[in-house]
Every structure is written in C-alpha cells, then in structure tokens.
C-alpha cells in the first residue's frame, strides 16, 4: 500500500514527483506538509496555483493541472534513508505514460538522477519521458535549503504559459 496516493488524472499541465514521502508528511497524511518545506509558496509565487494552498488542500491541484507521485511510494523518510530497492522506477514510468502530463518535474536531483540513472543539472533537461518534457528543480525540502534557486521554478512557470 502506498503511504500516500498518488494524485494523477490524465492530460495534466506538470506532474511533480518527488523521492517518497518525508516522514512528517507520512504521519498527517498529506504531500508537503512540513512547515520548512517551501512547496506551496512556490507553487503560488509562479503562478501553478491562483494561491497559495495549504498542504491538507493537495487534492485540488488536480483544478489546476498537476498532479502528485514519488518513486518510493511504500517507505518515507528522507532521501539518504531510503534504500534503492525501494525505488519503484518500473512503476513511475507507466504512470507518466499512461497519464502523459506535459511535464514531469523532478522536485529535487535525487529522484530525477535515480530515474535517468546519471547526474542531471537543474532545468529543462534534453531527454523526455514520453512526450513528456522533463524538468529538475531543486528541492523544497527544508533540509535541502542550501541548494535552494527559485529561478529553476520560475522557469518551469513560463514555460508551462508558453507551451
């Protein structure tokens, strides 16, 4: 069973997916849910969301045209406590056909350096998933704040306007 479902329908604008679950989002039931984690803010000061949600409010990101997974979705924790049998790259790649978002944004480099099997840079990367177009964003994670460059959601902003 997965400690959160997924919340994917098709034709959505971007899909995020993050590595799994952090364990406080795991214990209240809902994606993003640390008061650190700078999602949400994001989500609203690029325009994705007309405001800015709360994370007991991720069902309705489905209005706006994004949807929700990660790649472990059976273990939460943070990225250096999951073991790599966990990841369920399988899995991922037949939601992202199935569902053919515009984009899939990797919300931090672990999950999209798992999935390509290479280091990646932040941005629009040249590979595809699909017809997917593929973004690497640094983490909203608190822990991951030193990393932080809002610039690479901003561009993920204009470009969901512009294609």
């Given amino acids: 069973m997965p400690i959160l479902p997924d919340l994917l329908q098709p034709n959505l604008k971007v899909i995020f997916c993050g590595t799994a679950v952090s364990n406080e989002s795991a214990g209240l039931g809902y994606y993003y849910a640390s008061s650190n984690n700078q999602f949400w803010s994001i989500l609203h000061k690029t325009g994705l969301t007309p405001c800015q949600l709360s994370p ?3 069902p ?7 949807g929700l997974t990660d ?5 939460s924790g943070n990225d250096n406590d999951l073991a790599e049998e966990t990841f369920d790259l399988p899995e991922f790649r037949h939601k992202i056909w199935e569902y053919q978002p515009k984009v899939v944004a990797f ?4 999950a999209a350096e798992a999935f390509f099997n290479h280091t990646v840079n932040y941005g629009l990367q040249p590979d595809k998933v699909g017809t997917s177009a593929v ?6 994670s608190g822990s991951a704040r030193r990393y932080w460059d809002e610039t690479f ?6 470009f969901l306007k512009t294609n």
Wanted: charged fraction near 30%; glycine fraction near 10%.
């Fill in 60 to 66: 309705k990101l489905l209005e706006y045209g994004i």
């Fill in 153 to 158: 959601w901003e561009a993920l902003g204009e």
């Fill in 107 to 110: 919300n931090g480099k672990k």
């Fill in 71 to 75: 790649l472990v979705k059976e273990h």
């Fill in 56 to 58: 007991q409010e991720y």
């Fill in 135 to 140: 973004f690497v964003l640094p983490s909203t």
